[in-house]
């Protein structure tokens, strides 16, 4: 008879390198308390759950790095039990008996058309011999060898990410009725890569960004634009305007607002009152939060389908309803009017003003920085001597209202801070506001 | 390159108009072309830096602008236009199984009971169409207005119902109406948006923004929703302790900055986004002009029974009228609390409508008469009605109590045209005598939606936008052009 038991020295051991003991029985015995040893003699079928127990705690005692894992699995199942959820996570499960699915003509419920049932298409790889047509299988054969399209679709999506535009222009469409890729074999290399690679899109988009292609200069030089107006000869660097949210949180990175903080539920920036109730529900406004919450990234930012934050709607979030895997930039003049005026990016240009003015003593110090914030590059000569003049003259005009600098320098952003001068401030908070809407602070190129 | 969705067309009109020059007046000059030329499916072409400029129709157009006032909730047309005489002789009867069979309703079970109208109905107009009491003064219009009596729709509760009249599906995510018309015909003035979106009586429509939202269409072509109260328009007004003298110099600071960076970089869209400042700069002026109604005469505001600073139909028809006269493409007015079930006084059938009609049929038939008056109703298109019908029985839930309601009925109903290219004294289509079903020319909602496009100069097959692989368009699949309407 020979038996196993795992080493004390298992919790030494990495993960993966348990192994088995096989030690003659006397030795055994005198090794081990007569307990113990009792229950080993027993077949495994007949020990009861205390002699179970008597096992366990033998082996742990002897080991204090088992205890000490023990204790830590303790303490987080107790804090795991006193969490309390903060939103549902639907799952899905396949049905024991899987339910009869017909064709719907013209989508239509009711008229119902021939049965069907789970399958690929023919130009696909079938699914393995034998295989059953369920979830798993799917999402086994989506990243199968032998399926080409998936890493395709992810390499194109992070070139497009990056470039603004896929080497497959329709993303969301590699059928036919999308368009072929401007790089073929680029995009085949790409995708081994990214299998090579074992998935791993951070090393993917190391890749892209080490890329001569990516590195090149953006400027549009007119003879090499009249030749590849749309840069589908990749002739000049990526030139693409940044998302809706990251519009915001740029601007809320720029001035020292943007809190970091991860995690948790959506958070409610200021919005404007609408007065007016969801049909058959509550108020559309909502109650802004508070402290850092209200300068959380714009991930976090509480979306409601029917109403939604209406800056980000405005440069071209979508509207959540429908799957949309490629925002369509525009450039509209409701957009320049949120980064003038909406609170949250006057508020973000006191803050900036609130930054700039620490740098040095002269009016140019204050320029580099806040143009060094906003744009991380120093400033030209001209563009100092024209934010100067612009300083020199929102100062005379300040100088000249002390309400009015009052209420540049501190709604909504609250008092001044102890020794500052207001002038002084709400001026390059009006500078700041002309930083924030440079053409070049929207881009990414 | 293969077929080239309206995106890339944008940027390769963008390019070619600026590359190799200079100057903001550029983006006016670009040509606004003819939507999709041919029987092609072709996309929409447009200057992104003008694109609301604008452009051709497919065919001459009756209408140039359409002013959509919907009753959110959906009024009981019984009670208003559609009379039935049979319906107050079985008043009280058991409704007969045959209408019931098979069916579902919102708040009806069991065997309802048939319910005539409480309201008087009469002739009016050289054509004899019916008017209820309910709505006295669009009685007296009776000439110009037209009625589709055959109406109907697929869905039976408001969120999917409005949502397929607007976007085309009952699903949410599709452009609506107004953001198609926008993106097909641009619009007539450069300072204001192409379309406007006016709420009253303090809740948003059941789609949500959805029902003038762009969907998957460019943002610029969304409705904008203008306001009585507060900012007219989002973030119009300069924050606090800045005057427009002010903007204005740092706008110039902000172009010259923009012009060095562009000089170097050479990047067109540098130019396209100075403009965009600039129309913003113009809209902070041209916007508040045009939501203040304090400037309209005495007896115009009294027709509409409008008060300065108040948020009420009376005053949002009366702005449809300033936006449409500034060359504003679509107006589309959402009026909350037309849902007639009778679960309360307030929305009861007998004085409950009448009131509401009061805040309705003053003002709506003020906005007729005010256009016609300044020559602007025969190329503006009104279009009146709600999301679905109602029942001709009495609701189930409400049987018992004293007010009167009718449930959700999504087989018949009634709708209004006026001007815009229609007939006028003209009934289309009729319900049967109990009014429960199309007794002659239906006209799905989907119909309607093809109709007004028609009436704009647009073929509704021809104006598409191409998304996730497919060609979309405002009727999907479906559509067919109501010519009986058309004058």
């Known amino acids: 008879m020979t038996l196993r038991v795992t080493s004390p020295s298992l919790a030494q051991k990495a993960p993966g390198e348990i192994f088995w003991l096989k030690e003659p029985l006397p030795k055994l015995e005198a090794s081990l308390p007569r307990d113990v040893f009792a229950v080993l003699s027993l077949p495994e079928n007949d020990r009861s759950t205390a002699h179970r127990e008597t096992l366990r705690s033998f082996f742990s005692s002897a080991s204090p790095e088992v205890k000490k894992a023990e204790k830590e699995l303790a303490d987080f199942s107790a804090s795991a039990r006193q969490m309390k959820p903060q939103t549902t996570v639907p799952i899905m499960r396949e049905m024991a008996k899987p339910r009869e699915t017909h064709i719907q003509i013209r989508g239509d419920f009711l008229a119902k058309d021939k049965k069907v049932t789970a399958g690929l298409p023919a130009v696909f790889p079938p699914l393995p011999e034998g295989e059953q047509t369920n979830r798993l299988a799917m999402a086994r054969w989506l990243v199968s060898e032998e399926n080409p399209l998936t890493a395709r679709v992810v390499a194109n999506r992070y070139w497009e990410s990056l470039f603004g535009q896929g080497l497959v222009r329709t993303s969301e469409e590699f059928g036919s009725q999308g368009e072929l890729p401007t790089h073929p074999e680029l995009l085949d290399w790409l995708a081994t890569e990214l299998v090579r690679l074992d998935w791993d899109l951070k090393a993917l988009l190391k890749t892209i960004v080490l890329s001569a292609a990516y590195r090149q200069s953006s400027k549009v030089e007119a003879k090499r634009a009249e030749k590849d107006p749309f840069n589908e000869l990749l002739s000049r660097g990526p030139r693409q305007r940044l998302s809706a949210e990251m519009v915001r949180d740029q601007a809320l990175a720029a001035s020292g607002l943007l809190s970091r903080k991860m995690y948790g539920p959506p958070v409610k920036p200021p919005q404007p009152n609408m007065g007016l109730k969801a049909a058959f529900g509550p108020s559309l406004d909502w109650k802004t939060s508070t402290g850092e919450d209200k300068f959380r990234r714009g991930i976090y930012v509480n979306w409601r389908r029917s109403n939604p934050y209406p800056s980000m709607a405005t440069f071209d979030a979508p509207n959540r309803f429908v799957c949309n895997v490629r925002r369509t930039p525009t450039n509209t003049p409701l957009q320049a009017l949120v980064t003038m005026n909406d609170p949250v990016y006057v508020e973000a240009a006191q803050a900036l003003a609130r930054r700039m003015v620490k740098a040095g003593t002269s009016p140019e110090e204050k320029i580099v920085r806040g143009f060094r914030l906003c744009l991380t590059r120093h400033p030209k000569p001209p563009e100092t001597q024209r934010l100067l003049a612009f300083y020199e003259h929102v100062r005379k005009t300040y100088a000249a209202d002390a309400n009015a600098a009052k209420a540049m320098a501190t709604d909504p952003i609250g008092p001044l801070p102890a020794g500052s001068d207001v002038v002084e401030l709400a001026s390059w908070t009006v500078v700041g506001n002309v930083l924030l809407n440079l053409d070049e602070v929207f881009l990414k190129r | ?487």
């Open chain 2, 1 to 487: 390159m293969k077929t080239n969705p309206a995106l890339e067309n944008l940027l390769l009109r963008t390019r070619r108009e600026f590359l190799g020059s200079s100057g903001i007046g550029l983006g006016g000059i670009a040509m606004a072309r003819l939507l999709g030329e041919g029987r092609a499916k072709a996309a929409v072409t447009y200057d992104p830096t003008t694109p609301q400029l604008p452009r051709g129709t497919h065919f001459p157009a009756k209408a140039k602008r359409v002013i959509y006032l919907h009753m959110t909730g959906s009024p009981p047309v019984l009670d208003l236009f559609d009379y039935k005489p049979l319906l107050q002789e079985l008043n009280d009867k058991n409704c007969p199984d045959e209408y019931l069979k098979g069916k579902r309703f919102a708040f009806t079970s069991g065997v309802p009971k048939l319910m005539g109208t409480p309201h008087e109905f009469k002739r009016h107009g050289s054509n004899g169409l019916w008017f209820s009491d309910a709505v006295p003064e669009l009685a007296k219009l009776a000439d110009d207005l037209t009625f589709i009596k055959s109406m109907t729709t697929d869905q039976f509760n408001h969120a999917p119902a409005e949502l397929l009249l607007y976007t085309g599906s009952a699903r949410a995510g599709r452009p609506s109406m107004g953001s198609w018309v926008t993106y097909g015909l641009g619009s007539e003035n450069q300072d204001l948006p192409g379309f406007v979106a006016l709420i009253s009586s303090g809740v948003q429509p059941n789609g949500g923004k959805n029902s003038f939202g762009s969907g998957f269409l460019p943002s610029v072509f969304q409705g904008v929703q203008c306001r009585s109260k507060g900012d007219p328009v989002l973030y119009v007004t300069n924050p606090k302790g800045m005057s427009r003298d002010l903007r204005r110099a740092g706008l110039d600071a902000l172009n010259d900055l923009n012009r060095i960076q562009s000089e170097e970089l050479g990047n067109a869209e540098t130019i396209t986004r100075m403009a965009q400042y600039e129309m913003a700069f113009r809209m902070q002026m041209s916007v508040p002009e045009v939501m203040d109604i304090a400037k309209e005469p005495k007896h115009i505001l009294e027709a509409y029974g409008a008060q300065p600073g108040a948020t009420s139909l009376a005053n949002n028809c009366l702005l449809a009228r300033r936006l449409v006269e500034k060359g504003v493409r679509f107006v589309h007015l959402f009026d909350w609390g037309w849902d007639f079930h009778g679960t309360n006084p307030g929305e009861a059938l007998g004085n409950g409508l009448r009131k509401k009609c009061a805040t309705m049929d003053k003002p709506v038939a003020a906005l007729i008469r005010d256009l016609k008056a300044r020559g602007l109703l025969e190329d503006t298109l009104i279009v009146w009605g709600g999301e679905f019908g109602r029942t001709p029985f009495r609701e189930g839930r409400t049987a018992k109590s004293k007010n009167l309601g009718r449930d959700h009925y999504p087989d018949v109903y009634t709708m209004m045209l006026a001007g815009g290219g229609t007939k006028g004294g003209f009934v289309h289509g009729a319900s049967d005598e109990l009014g429960f079903r199309v007794a002659r020319d239906k006209v799905h909602v989907h119909d309607l939606q093809a109709t007004i496009l028609h009436l704009l100069g647009v073929d509704h097959e021809r104006l598409t936008f191409k998304f996730q692989g497919r060609q979309y368009r405002l009727t999907d699949v479906h559509g067919k052009v109501v010519h009986d309407v058309i004058a």
